[in-house]
């Protein structure tokens, strides 16, 4: 798979000898998340790991907090890269992390989808996990601000409806967990990446983002796209029960959804045409409806 265009200028054999990383072999660039650009290689022992730069300087505090996430996460048994080495490169924060076995779990479902009862099982039932993981203190500074306002899409939204259920930041947060992040090896979930906007935030929101990509994230082409579509419904059930299972019942998040879809709109609207997202105009109204009638079920103006 090959890397945005605008990671060209990006030499990743120089940034990986800047980390440590002389001999670097097998090099290939591969679809990172939108704040990343991402490479696999090898060491000489064999062994493959992920380089991962971010696009801009100024998402270093974002690049340190997901460091701070990824440590706390992997002491609770979460299964997550390991940090190997992070640094900079041209003042962008850049990290080599281990990699992870296991493929996209929406490509499992898709692929094989009579394990999608067991896996969206097992999703929420980590989601949950994730969620008991205590808040290091160091996701505490700044927040909510920093997640409430997501900077990828320049995103802003009134959170006096937010306000008024009660924001709270005691919580360990993914804040992008969704089967496109969560790798399986078609048995077992064997990894969560991406962690960019993990935070000491709010479950109700990160249950929120959550529900909103399970139920109408554009999807990945696929000959079985239409199997998928009608099991779909199936795989938010699967997800919720696992949650619930080990958390307790999913409190009223209808605010929270309508700062969810409010947020993934506006961040998805100026990548409409990358090939990682796979929108359509059908799927952008489709959101605009969906939010149109959480505002009405939370009575948002």
Known sequence: MASRSGDTDIDPNAVLRSLGYPEPANVEPVVGGWDTATWRFATEDGCYHALRIYRSPDRAPAAARERVALQAAAAAGVPVPTVEAFGAWHDRPAAVLGWLPGEQ???CAQRKPWTILRLSRQLGQLQARIHAVPVPEALREGAPSYWLVRAGGGAEFDVSALEA??????????????PLNVLSDGRTITGVVDWTNAAAGDARADLAWTT???RIAPMPPSRLMPLFKAVRWLFYLGWRRGYESLAGPIPDLAPFMVWAGTVFLREILPRIDEPQVWATERDLEAMRRWIARWKKRAGIM
Do not use: E, K, P, Q
């Open 105 to 107: 779990l929406v490509r």
């Open 165 to 178: 259920a009660g924001i709270s930041s005691d919580t360990f947060v993914h804040m992008d967990f969704h």
């Open 212 to 214: 909103t990509l399970l």
